[in-house]
């Protein structure tokens, strides 16, 4: 049974995309009188790497319904004092736990932390101090 959308609007719902991109793609040729019929144009005629929901990066989350925990928010420290006891745990935890384990980011991390302490010295040797 052919699911005919009530305008361009509705199929963009239908199909995941935005009324914009049904508009450009309607200007490329894809028909607009029926889902299926916009279904088998795009996959025809759209390469597949770059169709919504084909995206396999880690930078990709699908589009997920909400749960009651999203409505919920996480309690957050209302003293500085109860800030730091929340984050002590965390600054406890090794970055590492052999040399050469370390991730990409750490040793980022790692480098910008030892990069700002050397300016520091050689600030201070500037000043005399």
């Given amino acids: ?7 361009q609007n509705h199929l963009g719902q239908l199909l995941g995309l935005s009324g914009a991109m049904v508009s450009k793609h309607r200007s490329r040729g894809m028909p607009v009188n029926s889902v299926e ?6 996959q025809a005629n759209l390469d597949p790497a770059r169709r919504k929901g084909s995206r396999f990066d880690k930078f990709y989350e ?3 319904p ?8 996480t309690p957050r420290p209302t003293t500085p004092a109860a800030a730091i006891e929340t984050a002590a745990p965390r600054m406890r935890e090794p970055i590492h736990t052999r040399p050469g384990d370390e991730s990409f980011d750490a040793a ?7 990069a700002a302490n050397l300016i520091e010295i050689q600030e201070a040797a500037l000043r005399g101090t």
């Fill in 66 to 73: 909400p749960t009651p925990d999203d409505a919920t928010p």
């Fill in 37 to 42: 019929d916009a279904r088998a144009w795009m």
């Fill in 1 to 7: 049974m052919e699911t005919i959308p009530r305008s």
């Fill in 62 to 64: 699908p589009h997920r």
């Fill in 108 to 114: 980022r991390t790692r480098e910008k932390i030892a």
